[in-house]
């Protein structure tokens, strides 16, 4: 069983849970168990889908369903932006750009799964 931990993706999809945690403490009570419950979760099925893929041959189908988490959690972070569940801006735009960044390590991860293999990876679900 491989290790995740040393993975640069790993590091950054955890220390966004951290940091989903201390700005979820500070929602309201709904949003808190809401909105808060939400992004937790999601930020755990992403280092858990970080876990997986590290631990599979087959990487890709995990890191395309990683891909949509990574998007459902942008949504969500996003609605907590216009319900104004964050104590501020910083923290919205701290959450956004802490995605961002794993989606983008994400996608560097297929393109190098795909150089490797010789073949052109299409996505299950194209972005569009």
């Keep these: 069983m491989a290790q995740s931990e040393h993975l640069p993706i790993y590091k950054a999809a955890f220390d966004l849970l951290l940091n989903i945690e201390k700005i979820a403490a500070k929602f309201s009570r709904s949003n808190k ?11 755990k099925d992403v280092i858990m889908l970080i876990v997986r893929a590290n631990n599979v041959l087959n990487k890709c189908p995990i890191l395309e369903e990683m891909r949509i988490q990574l998007e459902e959690l942008k ?12 104590p501020n801006f910083n923290s919205f735009e701290i959450l956004i750009n802490q995605i961002v960044e ?13 150089k490797r293999s010789g073949q052109n990876y299409q996505p299950m679900h194209p972005k569009g």
């Design 33 to 43: 168990f809401i909105y808060g419950t939400d992004l937790r979760n999601k930020a």
């Design 75 to 86: 949504v969500i972070v996003r609605i907590c932006m216009e319900i104004k569940a964050f």
């Design 102 to 114: 794993i989606a983008k390590q994400n996608e560097g991860w297929i393109r190098s799964l795909s």
